[in-house]
């Protein structure tokens, strides 16, 4: 019977279900750069495939579960004898330390105990598992000395790890846990698959430089992870099958992970160095989704194989972002603002200067020009660079690795989600109040102020502003997300800022939408509606109107898409 569930479990595992690689999920993938040491305070985390890691800190190595001879899946289903794969496990060494403190197995299966034995001989280090992984690995050759064999519960300090471990529980498949059974005591060494039983499933707790890593290699809904371990730093959690996907959720909650890290979902039978490709019964889109949604307060990262990164986790902000961020977000709204005062100054020149039919009207227009640019306009700029220099302490301090008080960095993590909305106020401002400051500067001369003018100042400054203020709003969110947002929200999230609703994507496309579409198309419906200028020709308005009504009809067939809504053209 055994041998039947054994050959229907591998014959399931061969069904083509979800054989994929990284590329569809490529902005997930973390790693730091080629060839860089790790740095002093961090804890460095590769990952060797299947639930195998290295973890470096203070110059000492510690392994996890390290399996490369990937034996196939012909051997396991038939049960055939397997041997470790020198060559496999020589290619996999080369990526790690040559000597580790020890090794941490989470279970005696095949896939996570098979090459330690090895492994432990070629770095120097002791195990570190349950009574089951010991028996075995001492069964194949290895001193009772350099096998520490622990429970939940019990805590191990070695060189600079504090390991502390915790109960845990294998995936079922169909009901049925594989390999089950423990090993009381060292006998021969394990022949086939089956022989590598399951023994005694454990998590581990990891601390070192102050960073706290959970690990484990899956588990079931009915045994969690105590809530008294949490927070932590990064949660490695198995995600293989079912049963593991099915606690993830109530595990992430219980452990309020900053980073989470989905392991043991690669296909164990596919050689290492063909590279990363989904397992045949993993289903990543399913552990995506809620992380997708925002239901989840954590980080989800990926690792490719043999990528080291370190315990920020997160991509390292880039030396121009680190250097010129805040100068490059105070510049943001620059561009934006010359492109409107150009319409404005094209407009005024076209349209307005003929309608000053006054000399004093003139002087008067010259005049307030240059008070409104040589007061109002500076004290707005006053205002944004006082707003980005407010952020200087705190993103100084953050690069550096200096501490930020909780509240001054809550403060400005607002601010900061905030900043396009700033620009766009004090943008806004500047150039609405045009429109009252300049009627009220000309209908104080005492000369006659036309209809005309009436109407067309307030276009002048309406469109200028329009397209002034929507593209400052752009600008000042794409500077502020390569600059600030990787600094700042370095170890959480902006949408879980407590009373922070920053735009979704289909509120940002609305937003870019209105911005390139209903702000040209009001624009121009605003000058078909104006009372003509005396320096407009018929030729010119009848093409105005023939181009507004067209640009207006487009944008309603738009909306009308965008919104899912079907209409007669």
Not at 535 to 564: E, I, K, Q, Y
């Amino acid at each position: 019977m055994n041998a039947l569930k054994v050959t229907l479990l591998f014959f399931c595992l061969s069904a083509q279900i979800a054989l994929a690689g990284f590329e569809k999920y490529s902005g997930l993938v973390v790693a730091d750069q080629q060839e860089t040491k790790p740095k002093p305070g961090t804890v460095r985390v590769t990952y060797l495939g299947v639930n195998g890691y290295q973890f470096e800190a203070n110059g000492h190595a510690l392994l996890v579960d390290p399996y490369f001879t990937r034996a196939g899946l012909t051997s396991i289903a038939f049960q055939q004898r397997l041997e470790p794969n020198e060559t496999r496990i020589s290619f996999g060494l080369r990526h790690v330390r040559s000597r580790a403190d020890a090794v941490l197995v989470t279970h005696a299966h095949f896939d996570h105990l098979f090459d330690v034995p090895e492994i432990m001989e070629r770095t120097n280090a002791r195990l570190v598992a349950g009574a089951t992984a010991a028996n075995l690995t001492m069964s194949c050759g290895l001193e009772r000395s350099r096998c520490v064999i622990v429970q939940p519960g019990s805590i191990q300090v070695i060189g600079p790890w504090r390991i502390r471990v915790l109960p845990s529980a294998h995936d079922r498949i169909f009901g049925w846990l594989p390999f089950r059974g423990t090993t009381t005591e060292p006998g021969t060494c394990p022949a086939k698959a089956s022989d590598w039983r399951l023994g005694e499933p454990m998590a581990f707790l990891i601390e070192a430089n102050g960073k706290r890593v959970y690990i484990d290699s899956g588990g079931t809904p009915d045994v969690l992870s105590s809530a008294q371990v949490a927070p932590v730093d990064l949660a490695i959690l198995g995600v293989a099958l079912p049963d593991s996907r099915k606690r993830l959720r109530a595990t992430i909650e219980r452990l309020r992970p900053k980073y989470v890290l989905p392991s043991h979902q690669d296909d164990f039978f596919s050689p290492v160095e063909r590279g990363f490709v989904f397992g045949k019964l993993t289903n990543f889109p399913e552990v995506v989704r809620p992380f997708q949604r925002h239901e989840i307060n954590s980080h989800l990262i990926l690792l490719d194989y043999f990528r080291a990164v370190d315990n920020s986790v997160t991509n390292e902000v880039s030396p121009r972002a680190r250097r010129y961020g805040l100068f490059v977000t105070a510049l943001a709204p620059v561009i934006p603002q010359i492109l409107g005062s150009a319409f404005n100054i094209w407009y005024n020149a076209i349209v307005i200067a003929p309608l000053l039919v006054t000399e004093e009207l003139r002087h008067r227009f010259a005049a307030t020009v240059i008070f409104y640019n040589a007061v109002v306009y500076p004290v707005a700029i006053a205002v944004w660079i006082y707003v980005i220099l407010s952020l200087r302490p705190g993103f100084r301090a953050l690069i550096t690795g200096d501490g930020v008080a909780p509240e001054e960095l809550d403060r400005a993590q607002r601010r900061v989600v905030h900043l396009p909305w700033i620009a766009f106020a004090i943008s806004s401002s500047a150039w609405l109040g045009c429109i009252p400051a300049f009627l009220f500067a000309l209908t104080t001369t005492g000369s006659p102020v036309g209809s005309q003018l009436f109407w067309h100042l307030p276009i002048s400054f309406l469109v200028s502003a329009f397209i002034a203020v929507t593209q400052t709003f752009f600008l000042v969110e794409l500077a502020s997300q390569w600059a600030l947002f990787l600094v700042f929200f370095r170890d959480s999230r902006p949408d879980r800022l407590e009373g922070i609703h920053p735009p979704s994507l289909r509120t940002r496309g609305l937003m870019w939408a209105i911005s390139t579409g209903l702000c040209p198309t009001g624009s121009l419906l605003l000058l078909m509606f104006a009372p003509h200028s005396p320096t407009w020709n018929p030729a010119m308005v009848r093409s105005l109107r023939r181009h507004g009504w067209h640009c207006f009809r487009s944008l309603l067939c738009d909306f009308d898409h965008a919104f899912g809504c079907e209409t007669g053209r």
